[in-house]
């Protein structure tokens, strides 16, 4: 709904998106996975519904401004799902990831903590590695895809 402003052709999209997960029944991991997909999917469609209709607008500006709008809502939803699987994670390495993606180098983190740097190094890469065993390889790149850190 917040990508078009017709809740009808919100609707239709959605039902696009389950019935073709219906006609293709893919395989998921989890619920995060599935989530993603159901996410990227529906995004998809909704950016090629727009491309489609194409309106005319007043004004290059407001033009200009929706792929930027597109680009907030999809890292927004990024971040929220992101967000929830760090929170699976142990609290040291949730604090490790939170401080590292608000753009802190290994050392600032580090000492940020209080601890070893090669320590901040070891807990981001068991996190990373968990949330491959977790989630798969295609939500880490997915979501780095859509996270600049």
């Known amino acids: 709904m917040k990508l078009l402003s017709s809740r009808p052709d919100s609707e239709d999209i959605v039902q696009d ?3 073709n997960i219906w006609r293709v029944k893919p395989v998921f ?3 995060i996975a599935f989530k993603s997909y159901l996410y990227l999917s ?3 469609r909704c950016i090629d519904f727009l491309r489609k209709k194409r ?4 004004s290059i500006e407001i033009a200009q401004e929706i792929p930027n709008e597109i680009d907030y809502l999809i890292k927004e939803e990024a971040f929220r799902i992101l967000d929830k699987a760090i929170a699976t994670l142990s609290p040291q390495a949730q604090e490790v990831l939170n ?7 290994v050392k600032e983190v580090a000492n940020e903590l209080s601890i070893l740097v090669n320590t901040v ?5 068991r996190a990373y590695r968990i949330l491959r065993e977790n989630y798969g390889d295609s939500f880490v790149l997915i979501m780095l895809s859509y ?3």
């Open 17 to 19: 998106v389950f019935l």
């Open 29 to 31: 991991k989890n619920e």
């Open 42 to 44: 529906t995004r998809n």
């Open 55 to 58: 309106p005319v607008y007043e």
């Open 99 to 105: 401080l590292s993606m608000k753009g802190l180098s």
């Open 121 to 125: 190094k070891t807990i981001k890469l």
């Open 147 to 149: 996270i600049s850190f």
